[in-house]
């Protein structure tokens, strides 16, 4: 798929006073209102990145273009392995981030307010006792109740009193994919789950940001319906904190569970037992289909379902799974279908497309040349001017993301278009010529070989005459003119130096005018009014 962006997106909030998400029974809801969670996953630009080289434009583009594809939430992991800028000692006592951490952590969350995008914050990962320097010293962490409470003391607590007032950074994410660090790591189970547990605690205890889990292996550790159980059911939870809870479950989905747990997108929370709090499908694919499902399919499927979000993986392209160029058409289309459901309290003003056209709608080219089309939307202030391009013969014509057309083989491209804001369609009708063979004997060197600046053509557009120059010490060019269709008009050899050549008998319109030698040839469109 090959996708552009014509327009400049201006970005237009209403007054807001901006409102904290939380949980009534089994949905979100925000100031009285239900939200559901049309999210994503923008997990990382550069790997552990705060505290390290943050880059601020990247996250301020990235939120725009979630802004414009209706999403309203993304999730991103604060450290990302053992080498990330979390303090920790070889015993595993955590002693928090460094200063810069936090800098860049303020300014993202500054962006995400500009931009009215929800934040769900990993703290970590198990990739921190997979890989990287202090890859021992994580496993320590969660192998010492102490350790445990050093990660929740000196971390988890600064993070949520920190963000308390900013009802943008709405949910702590314990760890990404935890169940890896008991199942792969040699981690204990019951002290992975005694961390969860903490962690819960903390949040509840210090702010009225939400907490939840996600599982990687999607609801086998997480629902009482297979052989392991709810691991972080409140029972569960209490049993290891008195008094911890998750307010939401988060599965992570991905085609390999299949045969073991199914999918959430043909099973409810219900069918798994969870439905006792919000569910939200933290991981899927962005790009290609989930369970069968087109991802515009699965966003639908998911909400009739019961389920109170989605977050593919991811807006940024990471890995192979896609980015919000395949998965935004969906998330978009959701937000046109609920938008009292995505932005229940205001949110970001947006202009619906409501129709499409290629410029120029057909035309004529030489094989070798390439040609750039444009688009124009309806209204011209529309706010996603996201596209993706197609070639219907791509043996005959491409075309790239940008709309760039290069002709390869005689013959006719329909090139078309299809808008990611309401799946509107266009067409342009490519008719591809070739002139050497309309032309034998002319030039067999490359099709553009001769620099612009050695041949002049004027004036164009012409009238009774136009003059060609050729270069004063080199011989032997000669000169073609053919119609649209692909038809020699006149052919000829040209002097060194200036050629006057005469016009009187050419219909006024678009001819391909062809200057060659025995090496190479220039080819340019001439207009004769």
């Known amino acids: 798929m090959k996708v552009t962006a014509l327009l400049v997106f201006l970005f237009l909030i209403t007054p807001l006073t901006a ?8 949905i979100f809801k925000v100031d009285g209102k239900q939200i559901w969670i049309n999210g994503t996953n923008t997990p990382w630009n550069r790997w552990n990145e705060f505290g390290g080289n ?15 594809y209706g999403v309203n939430s993304t999730r991103v992991w604060l450290s990302c392995d053992a080498d990330g800028h979390i303090r920790i000692t070889d015993s595993g006592y955590v002693t928090g981030p460094a200063d810069k951490f ?10 995400a307010e500009t931009y009215q995008i929800y934040i769900m914050a990993t703290p970590i990962s198990f990739d921190h006792t997979r890989q990287g320097r202090d890859r021992d010293a994580w496993r320590n962490m969660y192998a010492s109740a102490d350790n445990r409470q050093s990660f929740v003391e000196n971390y988890i607590k600064d993070l949520v009193i920190r963000y308390n007032d900013n009802p943008w950074f709405f949910a702590v994410d314990v760890a990404n994919e935890i169940e890896w660090v008991w199942e792969n790591h040699g981690v204990d189970r019951d002290d992975v789950i005694d961390l969860i547990a903490r962690v819960a605690n903390a949040v509840h205890d210090n702010s009225d940001i939400l907490v939840t889990q996600g599982m ?21 939870l209490s049993s290891k904190q008195p008094g911890a809870y998750l307010d939401f479950y988060k599965l992570h989905y991905y085609e390999w569970q299949n045969q073991w747990f199914s999918n959430p997108f043909d099973r409810s929370p219900g069918d798994w037992g969870i439905d006792d709090k919000p569910c939200v499908i933290g991981e899927c694919r962005a790009n290609g289909t989930n369970a069968g499902y087109t991802y515009r399919e699965a966003v639908f499927r998911a909400f009739d379902l019961g389920w109170q979000g989605i977050m593919p993986w991811t807006s940024n392209p990471i890995g192979h799974l896609g980015s919000i160029y395949d998965h935004g058409p969906g998330s978009l289309a959701f937000t046109r279908a609920y938008p009292e459901l995505v932005y229940p309290v205001d949110g970001p003003q947006t202009v619906a497309v409501t129709g499409v056209q290629i410029i120029p709608p057909e035309d004529t080219m030489i094989v070798g040349t390439t040609l750039q089309l444009t688009v124009s939307f309806l209204p011209e202030n529309a706010s996603n001017t996201y596209v993706s391009w197609n070639s219907r013969d791509e043996t005959i014509a ?9 002709a390869l083989t005689p013959g006719n491209a329909s090139i078309g278009i299809e808008t990611h804001d309401g799946g509107y369609k266009a067409n342009a009708e490519i008719t591809v010529i070739d002139v050497a063979t309309v032309i034998p004997g002319y030039s067999t060197g490359d099709a553009n070989g001769l ?24 011989s032997g060019f000669r000169v ?13 050899t040209l002097n060194a130096g200036e050629n ?26 001439l207009l004769i009014k």
């Open 102 to 111: 936090w800098t860049d952590l303020d300014k993202l969350m500054e962006i």
């Open 398 to 406: 491409t075309v790239n993301s940008g709309g760039l057309v290069a």
């Open 480 to 492: 073609a003119i053919v119609d649209m269709k692909g038809t020699l008009i006149r052919k000829g």
């Open 216 to 236: 990687g292996a999607g609801p086998k550790y997480c629902s009482s319906v297979f052989p392991d159980g709810n691991l972080v059911s409140d029972e569960s």
């Open 451 to 474: 620099n612009r600046e050695d041949i002049l053509i004027a004036p164009n557009p012409a009238g009774n005459f136009v003059t060609i120059k050729t270069p004063v010490d080199e």
């Open 19 to 26: 409102q904290r998400i939380y949980v009534d029974g089994n």
């Open 500 to 525: 006057l050549l005469c016009l009187d008998n050419f219909e006024p319109g678009i001819y391909f005018i062809r200057i060659s030698n025995k090496r190479d040839s220039y080819t340019t469109k």
């Open 54 to 68: 943050f880059d601020e434009e990247f996250w301020r583009e990235e939120f725009e273009r979630l802004t414009v």
